[in-house]
């Protein structure tokens, strides 16, 4: 897609948040990092750009840096970072703050007809350097105690700059930065998903010509969709695979095996691979090398039901936008989080051709998708599952007796919040198996087993989330059944970190 705004990352940890507010406004967004931005620019045209926050100080010798040209001719929104660059490339001053801000400060708003239109006082700060004086042009239109620019406009060429962060829901009437700056600018507002259905189905059916696909389907929401949707581009060319790495939920392979046949009428074939994976996966306990063991077998077997199949050229994934960014290290000088196992944790040399239809939607834009075509709710409503499965909730070494005690442990997790009510509430809720003993007491004796964590969470697009206290009678329930249903724990716990710093897998 051509236009939309483009935004160039300069290693913030919020940069997704950015994209996803300006998707919500109609706007079509993609992140690129601050060293491909020149190319970008001249590949997508964009109709505006943003520059994201980031971790460093605009005055460093090394410090992440644009070509002033590229602002040219274009609205610009700069942030945090941005902002601070923004004022240093077109001439301002940039010094270290007198007092750092992190966390809420009071915005006093000096002029609330543009940009700022409809912004609250109470404002996310996160930065140690200010914006001393505003580059000739600019007019400044907020400040706060120890922030002399806390938000400027030029009006004339569209570009505007906010120390502050709007694209976190800490900011007052943060989402009106974005729509101020798109209406303000003239931005069209043409990014609508039924679009991105009949785009997507033109491109597949353009991609893979006479070709054939096999597609890696998992059960989870993004796989689904994904199938779902290329197979109403090709039809029977489309040649699904279930494969059971032994690292699925209980119950899980026999049930999606006859859902995916009975409701989505999709052409599928199920593997049982489970012996092979739990091989493989002997004595490793490191995340990152259970994921790339995990994607790398996938790979292989994907492969070797395509030479079955004959001629076929693409494997098709449930790959989304999230995946990407984790995975890849799309956002410039900021660190690779964790390796997806159908992003980072594929080889580096591969037979078939990657298809990824849903490359560039969040999560909640693929539940949407799914929908509009049709897929049946069992798979829609279903919390997010990692790709490499249980593997990265069991922490530590993966071995059949640690996946049955999470399978029943998860199992019991899930039945309590579906009678709780409290499951459509939550974007996820798992059990996690940690590597480590405990002492306890049943029946009069001494016991010294595992513990199990409650991971409970609420989000919109799993890029941040919070934490989630159920009722303290569940929390019981579900506690009390796991130590007395579970050989081998003998201890329940409740996660209690958001995102950040945390992310929502353990591992």
């Given at each position: 897609m051509i236009g939309g705004i483009l935004i160039i990352d300069f290693g913030s940890q919020y940069t997704q948040l950015i994209a996803r507010r300006i998707r919500a406004l109609g706007v079509y967004s993609e992140i690129v990092p601050f060293f491909s931005a020149e190319e970008a620019i001249g590949r997508r045209n964009p109709h505006g750009l943003v520059l994201s926050g980031?971790?460093?100080?605009?005055?460093?010798?090394?410090?992440?840096?644009?070509?002033?040209?590229?602002l040219e001719g274009r609205p610009v929104l700069g942030i945090?970072?941005?902002?601070?660059?923004?004022?240093?490339?077109?001439?301002?001053?940039?010094?270290?703050a007198r007092a750092r801000e992190y966390g809420f400060a009071r915005l006093e708003i000096l002029d609330p007809t543009g940009l700022l239109r409809g912004v609250g006082e109470r404002v996310w700060m996160s930065h140690g350097d200010v914006v001393e004086e505003a580059p000739e042009g600019f007019k400044v239109t907020a400040r706060t105690e120890n922030t002399p620019v806390a938000a400027m406009e030029d009006r004339k060429r569209n570009w505007f700059g906010v120390q502050f962060h709007p694209e976190v829901h800490h900011t007052l009437g943060g989402q009106e930065?974005?729509?101020?700056?798109?209406?303000?600018?003239?931005?069209?507002?043409?990014?609508?998903?039924?679009?991105?259905i009949e785009r997507?189905?033109?491109?597949?059916?353009?991609?893979?010509g006479d070709g054939r696909v096999v597609c890696a389907l998992s059960g989870g929401v993004d796989s689904t969709v994904a199938a779902v949707l290329i197979s109403r581009a090709i039809g029977d060319k489309l040649h699904c695979i279930f494969v059971n790495n032994g690292l699925l939920r209980q119950g899980e392979f026999e049930e999606n095996l006859r859902m995916f046949r009975e409701k989505l009428h999709l052409n599928v074939k199920g593997v049982d691979a489970s012996l092979r994976f739990l091989r493989a996966l002997e004595g490793v306990r490191d995340p990152e090398e259970k994921r790339k063991i995990i994607g790398n077998l996938f790979i292989e077997i994907f492969e070797e039901e395509a030479e079955k199949i004959g001629e076929v050229e693409f494997l098709a994934q449930g790959t989304t936008y999230p995946d990407v960014i984790e995975s890849a290290g799309v956002k410039g000088p900021a660190a690779v989080i964790k390796s997806h196992h159908n992003v980072g944790g594929l080889p580096e040399r591969m037979k078939l051709k990657l298809l990824?239809?849903?490359?560039?939607?969040?999560?909640?834009?693929?539940r949407e998708i799914g929908q509009r075509l049709g897929v049946d709710p069992h798979f829609i409503g279903k919390h997010p599952f990692p790709g490499p499965g249980l593997a990265v909730r069991i922490v530590g070494e993966v071995t059949p007796e640690r996946l049955r005690k999470l399978r029943e442990a998860d199992k019991i997790l899930e039945e309590e919040m579906k009678r709780e009510g409290i499951y459509r509430e939550l974007w996820q809720g798992f059990a996690v198996l940690l590597p480590l003993r405990t002492v306890g007491v049943m029946?009069?004796?001494?016991?010294?087993?595992?513990?199990?964590?409650?991971?409970?969470?609420?989000?919109?697009?799993?890029?941040?989330?919070?934490?989630?206290?159920?009722?303290?009678?569940?929390?019981?329930?579900?506690?009390s059944r796991i130590v007395n249903e579970v050989r081998g724990v003998n201890r329940v716990v409740l996660d209690i970190s958001s995102k950040p710093p945390a992310t929502i897998e353990w591992e």
């Amino acid at each position: 897609m051509i236009g939309g705004i483009l935004i160039i990352d300069f290693g913030s940890q919020y940069t997704q948040l950015i994209a996803r507010r300006i998707r919500a406004l109609g706007v079509y967004s993609e992140i690129v990092p601050f060293f491909s931005a020149e190319e970008a620019i001249g590949r997508r045209n964009p109709h505006g750009l943003v520059l994201s926050g980031g971790p460093r100080s605009v005055y460093e010798e090394d410090a992440p840096t644009m070509d002033p040209s590229l602002l040219e001719g274009r609205p610009v929104l700069g942030i945090c970072y941005g902002h601070q660059l923004m004022s240093r490339l077109l001439g301002g001053r940039v010094t270290r703050a007198r007092a750092r801000e992190y966390g809420f400060a009071r915005l006093e708003i000096l002029d609330p007809t543009g940009l700022l239109r409809g912004v609250g006082e109470r404002v996310w700060m996160s930065h140690g350097d200010v914006v001393e004086e505003a580059p000739e042009g600019f007019k400044v239109t907020a400040r706060t105690e120890n922030t002399p620019v806390a938000a400027m406009e030029d009006r004339k060429r569209n570009w505007f700059g906010v120390q502050f962060h709007p694209e976190v829901h800490h900011t007052l009437g943060g989402q009106e930065v974005f729509r101020n700056f798109v209406d303000l600018s003239g931005i069209p507002r043409n990014w609508e998903l039924g679009d991105f259905i009949e785009r997507k189905i033109k491109e597949i059916k353009e991609t893979v010509g006479d070709g054939r696909v096999v597609c890696a389907l998992s059960g989870g929401v993004d796989s689904t969709v994904a199938a779902v949707l290329i197979s109403r581009a090709i039809g029977d060319k489309l040649h699904c695979i279930f494969v059971n790495n032994g690292l699925l939920r209980q119950g899980e392979f026999e049930e999606n095996l006859r859902m995916f046949r009975e409701k989505l009428h999709l052409n599928v074939k199920g593997v049982d691979a489970s012996l092979r994976f739990l091989r493989a996966l002997e004595g490793v306990r490191d995340p990152e090398e259970k994921r790339k063991i995990i994607g790398n077998l996938f790979i292989e077997i994907f492969e070797e039901e395509a030479e079955k199949i004959g001629e076929v050229e693409f494997l098709a994934q449930g790959t989304t936008y999230p995946d990407v960014i984790e995975s890849a290290g799309v956002k410039g000088p900021a660190a690779v989080i964790k390796s997806h196992h159908n992003v980072g944790g594929l080889p580096e040399r591969m037979k078939l051709k990657l298809l990824e239809p849903l490359r560039e939607l969040f999560k909640d834009e693929v539940r949407e998708i799914g929908q509009r075509l049709g897929v049946d709710p069992h798979f829609i409503g279903k919390h997010p599952f990692p790709g490499p499965g249980l593997a990265v909730r069991i922490v530590g070494e993966v071995t059949p007796e640690r996946l049955r005690k999470l399978r029943e442990a998860d199992k019991i997790l899930e039945e309590e919040m579906k009678r709780e009510g409290i499951y459509r509430e939550l974007w996820q809720g798992f059990a996690v198996l940690l590597p480590l003993r405990t002492v306890g007491v049943m029946g009069d004796e001494r016991t010294y087993e595992e513990v199990i964590a409650l991971r409970l969470v609420q989000s919109v697009d799993g890029m941040t989330a919070d934490w989630f206290y159920p009722p303290r009678d569940f929390l019981a329930r579900v506690s009390s059944r796991i130590v007395n249903e579970v050989r081998g724990v003998n201890r329940v716990v409740l996660d209690i970190s958001s995102k950040p710093p945390a992310t929502i897998e353990w591992e």
